[in-house]
T-cell receptor, first 114, second 116 residues
């Protein structure tokens, strides 16, 4: 596609429910990143993929968070048993290669846990 | 652990002025530095990417410099316009995860307002 696409753009969910956030990177980009931006806070790095592989999952906030990428393309970030502190904007980015190339961001998914 | 600091946190200037936004980082072992702008409720738009071997990059009215040894970058905006109002974010891509990449480390941004 022309840019990084994220869906849904907004999601309101009840505490305790599971949510799945989707990211479609730019076609041909091998690296994909997930970030979280909480109100008034900076961007927090969550996880990156090189192809379908995520070598380091230590940035995920808790074991309720998981992410996968299939076919070297679409990625999903899943949050189980959502909590109010999970409310944030979740941003996805992709780049041609893992290092030394420009990162392009999607518009984000605004998650509100009520 | 890499830390990125942006000064000032907020800036308000009249239209037409030239201005400089500052970014500093603690670990000079970086692959590149990238400047983004973020409009309210939107994602990030990439403005400029400077590789670690480069000193500066220019795009239109924007010029970004990089002094890797001192851990500093500046974003210069010439002849500012109201449409430049946004939050400007600086991010570095590092070598500090055992040779792997742990993504971009962001500063908290400079909130810029250009007064018409």
């Amino acid at each position: 596609g022309a840019g990084v696409s994220q869906s849904p753009s907004n999601k309101v969910t009840e505490k305790g429910k599971d949510v799945e956030l989707r990211c479609d990177p730019i076609s041909g980009h091998t690296a994909l990143y997930w970030y979280r931006q909480s109100l008034g806070q900076g961007l927090e790095f969550l996880i990156y993929f090189q192809g379908n592989s995520a070598p380091d999952k230590s940035g995920l906030p808790s074991d309720r968070f998981s992410a996968e990428r299939t076919g070297g393309s679409v990625s999903t970030l899943t949050i189980q048993r959502t909590q109010q502190e999970d409310s944030a904007v979740y941003l996805c980015a992709s780049s041609l290669w893992l290092m030394n190339t420009e990162a392009f961001f999607g518009q984000g998914t605004r998650l509100t846990v009520v | 652990k890499q830390e990125v600091t942006q000064i000032p946190a907020a800036l308000s200037v009249p239209e037409g002025e030239n201005l400089v936004l500052n970014c500093s980082f603690t670990d000079s072992a970086i692959y590149n530095l990238q400047w983004f702008r973020q409009d309210p409720g939107k994602g990030l738009t990439s403005l400029l990417l400077i590789q670690s071997s480069q000193r500066e990059q220019t795009s239109g009215r924007l010029n970004a410099s990089l002094d890797k040894s001192s851990g500093r970058s500046t974003l210069y905006i010439a002849a500012s316009q109201p449409g430049d109002s946004a939050t400007y974010l600086c991010a570095v891509s590092g070598m500090y995860s055992g040779g792997g990449a742990d993504g971009l480390t962001f500063g908290k941004g400079t909130h810029l307002i250009i007064q018409p």
